[in-house]
């Protein structure tokens, strides 16, 4: 079935809210994870100077 103009443009902005929503997503969740590195890495840091 072919689709039409309007039908093809649609789709294209549905798809492209939805990258856009995951990308965002995914963006929040790096950003967590780069502020739980940045937390271990001082608390690995307190340790050692503990230990030295």
Do not use: P, V
């Amino acid at each position: 079935m072919k689709k039409s103009q309007s039908e093809l443009g649609t789709i294209f902005w549905e798809k492209r809210d939805k990258a856009r929503l995951k990308k965002n997503e995914l963006q929040r969740k790096l950003i967590g994870l780069k502020n739980e590195y940045s937390r271990t890495e001082e608390e690995i840091k307190k340790l050692e100077s503990n230990l030295a």
